[in-house]
């Protein structure tokens, strides 16, 4: 089975119990910010996902490891924005491509609600990191990202009380928060390596 297959077969199933982030902030009829991300899987035989490192400059979430991604423009559906998203950010041309499907919905508790949009790539893509929200494109290998073993559930005080949420560290870069829950579920989708 090919990657693209094993991708579309596994968001088409049933899913696992996934991690939603902190939706108990919010009333069931809260509205949330539409937004989408790419998850970007490079098509080679050990796949990696494309992520990047937000800047320091930025006012939220600076510093931050994030897919490529955004609020949704008016007219815009998930797919749309996670690929004008990814090519200001990354420079991705959209042609590169190959949409797989959607992933799970993702509910943050700073009030987004957030697509992913599982997609895989060309390897060795010349990307050129847009200076004003992005310090650097990395490529984390899948299988360690998947692996439950490098997910790690860890807790903080924010604001009074006390989060709790899922990291991942990879070599210095610490992969948390709601990249990691949506990385979780992919996972748990997957059941990566299987």
Do not use: C, K
Not at 97 to 109: E, L, S
Not at 146 to 155: F, I, K, T, V
Request: aromatic share 6%.
């Amino acid at each position: 089975m090919t990657l693209a297959e094993r991708l579309a077969a596994a968001l088409t199933g049933d899913s696992a119990p996934m991690v939603t982030g902190d939706d108990h902030d919010h009333p069931a009829d809260a509205v949330l910010t539409p937004a989408a991300v790419l998850v970007a899987i490079t098509d080679r035989a050990a796949p990696g996902v494309l992520l990047t490192q937000r800047t320091e400059t930025l006012r939220r979430h600076a510093g931050q490891v994030a897919f490529p991604g955004g609020r949704l423009d008016p007219g815009e559906d998930a797919i749309i924005a996670a690929l004008r998203e990814a090519e200001e950010e990354i420079a991705l041309p959209r042609a590169a491509v190959n949409v797989i499907g959607i992933a799970d919905p993702y509910r943050t508790g700073t009030g987004y609600a957030i697509t992913p949009v599982v997609g895989i790539v060309p390897p060795d893509l010349p990307l050129v990191a847009s200076e004003a929200e992005v310090a650097a494109v990395f490529e984390v290998p899948l299988a360690f990202l998947l692996d439950p073993a490098n997910q790690r559930a860890a807790r903080a005080v924010y604001q009074g009380r006390e989060r709790r949420y899922v990291e991942m560290m990879w070599n210095d870069r610490r992969i948390w928060g709601a990249t990691a829950g949506m990385i979780v579920n992919l996972s748990r989708r997957l059941q990566w390596p299987a």
